[in-house]
């Protein structure tokens, strides 16, 4: 038996947003997601100095998935390491590490299509340069089934859990169930009060799968992700709390689902209305946010139903 590995917190604000990294303190340490490109030298050296670690001795950066907020830091802590840590992603999001433009034809291809905005594609290309700190291909690129060793008898296991993003995945400290789930478990939302999921299908069956098989004892999500009440999901859930987590998440998109399906069905409508063509979603909802902030996860959602709808039609 494994003996029990500590697994530290490391919040970076950005803006509306709560950034989620964690520290794996096991032989060969590890950082699962990596904020924006300040919060490496900002927010984990001196957290991890504070817990007598040093940013240097990191070995792996394990990455949930492709978005900005996870992945902005990657490069900048890959340095701090002297570039001897190994960075890990799933195959499907690595375009997204790799490259800043991948963020913007990501953009342009969902949620950008509803939002109408001419300087959209200027304004996520600027983020894009200001929030991650440089491109790099991964050094390990996983699809979910790998194991890696952390030194001594501590492993991670990896699993696939599409939906959010097509290559998001969980890491599993073996053993102790501690499961670290980036944006695939989202409740209500976070900051924009809604959740965000490219595949709505692939983030149903994903959850079903964290719910059942993985079982996790100790649960990380990558945001204060909210309650059906607003109230915020703690930074480490136990059993109890994953379980009404995950439970919350499927909640919330059985709800969404059915409201977007009826819309769809009906037939999309313009109008004037900020949600426009899925008014009609917003209202059976009660979703008063503002759809337009960035990362848009109405739109992104939205689509996401759509295209299902269209690839089985
Ligand atoms: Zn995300």
New binding site residues.
Partial sequence: MAHAVNVHPLVSPWGRFGLYSFFIDAPEPAIVDTGIASSPTAGMAPALEAIGRRIEDVRWILLT?G?ID?VGGAHALWELTGRRAQVVIHEADAPMLRSRRAHVEEYLAGRGRYLGDPEGEAKVTATAHAVIAGEMEPTLRVKGGETLSLGGDVTVSVHSIPG??LGSVAYVVDGQGAVFT??AVQAHGAANGFPGYTDPVAYRTSLEYLRDEIRPRHLYLGHPYRRADGTPYGVELDAAQAQEAIAQSLAAEGRVGAAACGCLQTGLAETDSPYSPFARVAEELGYTGDPTLEPSPFFTSMHGYREHLDQNA
């Fill in positions: 998935h978005h996870h959010h993003t980036g944006d």
